[in-house]
């Protein structure tokens, strides 16, 4: 393992744009994931259904599907700046209506269905827009190091809002998380509208949006590269990620834990996650192709995954998950570096929003580990989700992933 250089020139990690950046990412995601499992738990409180769950917490990133493509269009036709900020003050109203609506007494799970929804369509835009923003705002030697360090953070948030989730739905009440969510929104927006940038602009029509969606379909079917980080990450998102949808029923119906247990169980990937993002962040990682390592950091969480069913208590399906984290922490630097990395910067925001759109596959895995929940029981759920999703990455590495590392063996994106 080898420390990277630094660069000595141009916009550092330190800089203003990016530390805004990096602050807005994790403060949205920070929120996300606490009222994430606040929705979860109390609709968990109001059904008894592992099904309901996973359709209150798939339709926060259901938009995807339709609309990341899309996201990456509009990123590269309107201000990317006012996207993310006008994004947060979507998530902020959402939050605010949930939180009277529950101080009121009338909250029921389609409401945060709704709500859930708008979040999506604001979910969508993080990659296209503020993450390739934050990809620009350094010197192109460390677009790498920031990314990692932006993935870092999205671990940490994504490790954090559980745990203060689970701990203050116990003591606040689902109306003040949402109320707490909703000034955190409003803080992230303040921050958004504080960075400057600059980007050119592109027109925004019916016909024109069709024409620069094909375009990006094209650039991708031609780059190898590209072809096997969507089928990765699609396949990563149906069946790796859709395990979170199924914390609450394996916290409360396998262990009996507690909303601050359901918290910690729920914090534990992403806290490996976050020790393996640190050690990227600072240059240490393992070496390797991107797409190898996209591949092999996501096989890792998969195996660990599959092993929960023979979790015989839960420090033990804990532990599991935190292992499986360090393949997280690899899987997602390289998703948004092979991103920013190998599409032409032309067709960047757009490759991008391609790849939220892969992503997509997330609620559909999320609906499908509800259903298997209902039938099998949420550990064996987990353990077909990481069987499933070992096969797929099997394809992907003796399909896109082989013709990626003979054809482009870190060659330089075009221009």
Request: proline letters at 6%; hydrophobic letters at 60%; aromatic letters at 6%.
């Amino acid at each position: 393992m080898k420390r990277q250089p630094i660069a000595a020139t141009g916009p550092g990690l330190m800089s203003r744009d990016f530390m805004l950046l990096w602050s807005v990412g994790g403060i949205g995601n920070f929120m996300r994931w606490l009222e994430g499992l606040a929705a979860a738990l109390f609709t968990l409180d109001v059904t008894g259904s592992p099904l309901a769950v996973a359709v209150v917490t798939a339709s926060r990133s259901l938009p995807l599907i339709a609309t990341g493509a899309l996201a990456g269009v509009i990123a590269d036709a309107l201000d990317r700046r006012a996207i993310v900020a006008g994004g947060l003050l979507v998530s902020a109203l959402a939050a605010a209506a949930m939180a009277l609506l529950a101080r009121a007494g009338v909250l029921a799970p389609w409401h945060l269905v709704v709500a859930g929804l708008a979040n999506g369509l604001v979910y969508g835009t993080d990659m296209p827009a503020r993450r390739r923003m934050l990809g620009e705002s350094v010197e192109p030697a460390l677009t790498g190091r920031a990314i990692a360090l932006d993935s870092l953070t999205a671990s940490l948030s994504r490790g954090a809002g559980p745990l203060a989730g689970g701990a203050a739905y116990q003591i606040l009440g689902v109306a003040g998380v949402f109320a707490v969510t909703a000034a955190l929104s409003l803080l992230a927006a303040w921050l958004a509208l504080r960075v400057r940038h600059a980007q050119p602009y592109r027109t925004l029509s019916p016909a024109a949006v069709a024409a620069d969606l094909l375009e990006a379909v094209a650039v991708v079917r031609r780059m190898p590269v590209l072809i096997a980080l969507m089928a990765a990450t699609l396949g990563q998102n149906l069946f790796g990620f859709a395990y979170t949808a199924l914390m609450a029923p394996v916290g409360r119906d396998v262990f009996g834990a507690s909303a601050a247990l359901i918290g910690v169980l729920a914090a534990a990937e992403p806290a490996g996650a976050g020790l393996g993002g640190a050690a990227l962040a600072l240059g240490f990682g393992p070496p390797g192709r991107p797409v190898w390592l996209l591949v092999g950091g996501s096989v890792w969480f998969l195996i660990a995954l599959a092993l929960t069913a023979t979790a015989p208590w839960f420090w033990a399906c804990a532990l599991l998950l935190f292992l499986g984290g360090f393949g997280i922490a690899v899987y997602s630097n390289e998703q948004s570096t092979i991103a920013l990395g190998e599409a032409p910067a032309a067709v960047r925001s757009r490759v991008m929003g391609l790849a939220t759109t892969a992503i997509g596959g997330w609620p559909l895995g999320m609906l499908l580990a509800g259903w298997l929940a209902d039938r099998v029981g949420p550990l064996s759920a987990m353990a077909a989700l990481g069987a499933g999703g070992l096969a797929w990455q099997a394809a992907v590495a003796a399909g896109p992933g082989r013709r990626a590392a003979i054809a482009r063996p870190g060659t330089p994106a075009p221009p």
